[in-house]
């Protein structure tokens, strides 16, 4: 049972983290609200904004002047919090790869391989938090920007929905904390 929870855990992490690590690097945080009328695609993502037509398929992409340039709080907050979480959750899987029974590290000590699962149960649970907190911190700017400017009648000729990349670091973050709770709380 416990090599099976352990495995079962150790899968879910590293796809997890894997979802983490995408959402982190991909540009499409935000992207403009589908209208019948646009002719092009755009996406706002945390290091770059694209914009891809959509006739031809022509992708172009400016890239951020600096990182360490003024921007807007909700990307620093977020890169901050998203790269904090992919270090993290790659800790937790290196420490967890070590600690499975399946592993022939530290095989006459199995105390020691529990100990090693549940630190990195803790380690991963407080990435997931963090990922979760950086995604969802993103997400609800967009919108509260976006009811800001309808609740004033402002139309600047865009409307922005979260992208597939701030669904994917949720999703991450989400797939971390459960692995963590299988880690943390069901392996003893």
Same mark, same amino acid.
């Given at each position: 049972?416990? &090599? =099976? #929870?352990?495995?079962?855990?150790?899968? +879910?992490? *590293?796809?997890?983290?894997? /979802? %983490?690590?995408?959402?982190?690097?991909?540009?499409?945080?935000?992207?403009?609200?589908?209208?019948?009328?646009?002719?092009?695609?755009?996406?706002?993502?945390?290091?770059?904004?694209?914009?891809?037509?959509?006739?031809?398929?022509?992708?172009?992409?400016?890239?951020?002047?600096?990182?360490?340039?003024?921007?807007?709080?909700?990307?620093?907050?977020?890169?901050?919090?998203?790269?904090?979480?992919?270090?993290? &959750? =790659? #800790?937790?899987?290196?420490?967890?790869? +070590?600690? *499975?029974?399946?592993?022939? /590290? %530290?095989?006459?000590?199995?105390?020691?391989?529990?100990?090693?699962?549940?630190?990195?149960?803790?380690?991963?649970?407080?990435?997931?938090?963090?990922?979760?907190?950086?995604?969802?911190?993103?997400?609800?700017?967009?919108?509260?920007?976006?009811?800001?400017?309808?609740?004033?009648?402002?139309?600047?000729?865009?409307?922005?929905?979260?992208?597939?990349?701030?669904?994917?670091?949720?999703?991450?973050?989400?797939?971390? #904390?459960?692995?963590?709770?299988?880690?943390?709380?069901?392996?003893?």
């Amino acid at each position: 049972m416990s &090599a =099976g #929870l352990q495995m079962t855990a150790f899968g +879910l992490a *590293l796809l997890s983290t894997l /979802f %983490l690590v995408i959402a982190t690097c991909t540009d499409c945080w935000m992207v403009n609200a589908d209208d019948s009328l646009e002719v092009s695609h755009k996406c706002r993502g945390l290091w770059r904004e694209c914009v891809t037509n959509m006739q031809d398929g022509v992708k172009t992409c400016d890239q951020y002047d600096s990182i360490l340039a003024d921007h807007p709080v909700k990307i620093v907050v977020t890169r901050t919090l998203l790269i904090t979480a992919d270090l993290l &959750a =790659g #800790l937790a899987l290196a420490t967890l790869l +070590l600690g *499975l029974d399946c592993i022939k /590290f %530290l095989k006459e000590e199995p105390h020691v391989k529990l100990k090693m699962c549940y630190g990195a149960g803790v380690i991963l649970g407080i990435g997931s938090v963090l990922g979760l907190v950086g995604s969802v911190w993103y997400a609800v700017d967009v919108y509260v920007e976006r009811a800001t400017l309808v609740s004033h009648n402002v139309f600047l000729g865009v409307h922005y929905d979260f992208g597939w990349s701030c669904w994917l670091g949720m999703a991450g973050s989400t797939g971390c #904390l459960v692995a963590a709770i299988l880690l943390t709380c069901c392996l003893y």
